[in-house]
């Protein structure tokens, strides 16, 4: 038991350890990184490890309050559990005065993104005034071991203006309390937050590494393994609950849309194309979108003319080499550009289905808008 079970990231953990070793432990951290790396598991661990009856720079795992706070490492059971009890019929001042907060230990919470009802969740899931508000008010009491440690997972869903509120506790933060933040990039948050957070990037995992935790913690078989771990892009946690052929299907199809659009014709075919992924609801329009940037990333290495490119979708190699042959790194660094702005403005309801519309046809050669039939 113990930190050793972290696989990857290892500078973060020693940091964190000798953090504890040496008793400054900073008041409030951020995590970054890509979705499934590990940045919860992590958090979770320190938690532990900051109040473990046995260990001062690590976690045992046994004691009673290992044992209590090591529920976190299944919040679905507790999300579930926290939203029976507040009921499906919540309306919206109920959710502000319940708010959502997985707990184990008094002294460790954690916050998710609220998705307001079980049953019929809303479709952006976002931490709530009332859950930052809760946390203020807790945060300045006494712990009852040695450390209260709050987590906020998806800190980059807060609304800025509820940022503020949340501002105001890192600027006068209570001395036996830590806070530690979770989000893809330190660019989601407000920029006053994360100059007061200690911030760790967590960097994407060895195919290897994934490979090893799937053969841990799976029964899946080798190729699916092999499969799954190179589509996950060094993210074990999407790799573990990677629906393989799906995902493989999505990634076809978003390869469908970069040839059309890179050859400027069937512009009808085209807009079919975005028109059917902008309407998925199995994920979410940001998971989309890095489907794309782990397309033109492969694209990238291709037309930059590198000796031996490592291409995130290796099941689609020939394909990508052939897209490549016919469009340059101007073309994907444009390509690039305009899913930054696509993602940007999804934060702001920016329509999905024009959004895509617009930034394909911006791709297309210019002459080929020319020699499109009019109608």
Not at 25 to 39: A, D, I, N, Y
Not at 212 to 240: C, D, F, W
Not at 285 to 296: M, S, T
Request: hydrophobic share 45%.
């Amino acid at each position: 038991m113990g930190f050793s079970e972290f696989l990857g990231n290892q500078r973060i953990v020693t940091a964190l350890r000798g953090t504890l070793r040496s008793k400054r432990v900073p008041h409030s951290l951020l995590f970054t990184g890509p979705r499934g790396v590990g940045k919860f598991t992590l958090a979770r661990m320190f938690a532990q490890a900051a109040n473990c009856e046995r260990l001062t720079d690590d976690f045992c795992g046994k004691c009673a309050t290992c044992q209590r706070i090591s529920q976190l490492a299944d919040p679905q059971t507790l999300l579930e559990q926290g939203l029976v009890e507040r009921g499906e019929s919540a309306d919206a001042a109920t959710v502000e005065r319940v708010p959502l907060i997985l707990q184990s230990h008094p002294d460790v919470w954690a916050l998710v993104p609220d998705p307001v009802r079980l049953k019929s969740p809303v479709a952006r899931p976002m931490l709530r005034v009332g859950q930052l508000r809760a946390v203020q008010r807790a945060a300045y009491f006494q712990p009852m071991g040695r450390r209260r440690v709050f987590i906020l997972d998806g800190a980059e869903t807060m609304r800025w203006d509820v940022a503020n509120v949340f501002l105001k506790m890192l600027e006068e933060p209570p001395g036996s309390a830590t806070l530690i933040l979770t989000a893809p990039s330190p660019y989601a948050l407000l920029p006053t937050i994360v100059s007061r957070c200690l911030q760790f990037h967590f960097a994407p995992l060895p195919q290897s590494a994934v490979e090893k935790i799937l053969k841990e913690k799976t029964h899946r078989q080798p190729v699916e393994i092999k499969l799954a771990a190179q589509l996950a892009e060094g993210s074990p946690g999407l790799a573990m609950e990677m629906d393989i052929d799906a995902a493989a299907q999505h990634r076809r199809n978003a390869l469908r849309i970069l040839e059309r659009a890179a050859q400027g014709q069937g512009f009808a075919e085209l807009f079919s194309a975005t028109s059917a992924l902008a309407k998925d609801r199995n994920s979410t329009f940001e998971d989309q979108i890095g489907v794309f940037y782990g397309l033109l990333t492969d694209l990238l290495e291709l037309t930059s003319k590198l000796k031996e490119p490592v291409l995130r979708n290796a099941p689609l190699a020939k394909e990508l080499e052939s897209l490549g042959k016919s469009v340059d790194s101007a073309w994907v660094l444009r390509a690039i550009a305009g899913f930054d702005e696509l993602h940007a403005g999804a934060r702001r309801n920016l329509n999905r289905q024009l959004g895509l519309d617009a930034l394909a046809t911006s791709l297309a050669p210019v002459l080929s808008w020319a020699s499109e039939p009019r109608r």
